[in-house]
């Protein structure tokens, strides 16, 4: 997934989380269940921070971070071009439900 490209058209979304934390799988939960109201105009794709080692293998994922303190993390493309990006979970609902994903 991270050499994966950015797709040049439509919305494309990188959600990394801590897959130890009952609100951020509540929060996938509910991506889910707004799947219908997306999937025509977004992919998103999801991956577990935990994963990741360091900061650096984590910008593979989710490069505009320098460094992350708060999970999750979520970055958004619109035609290729990255156009918005937070931390933390009040942030990452709050971008997901103002773009429609939620």
Known sequence: MPSDPVPSAGKY???GIATYS???LQLLDDLEAAHEQWERSSKVVVFDVMACR???EMREYVPPFRVVVQTPV???WDGGKLVESRTGLRMTRELLQN???L
């Open 54 to 56: 360091d900061m650096n």
């Open 22 to 24: 009952p609100e951020e």
């Open 74 to 76: 979520v970055a958004l």
């Open 13 to 15: 979304v990188v959600l």
């Open 99 to 101: 773009r429609g994903l």
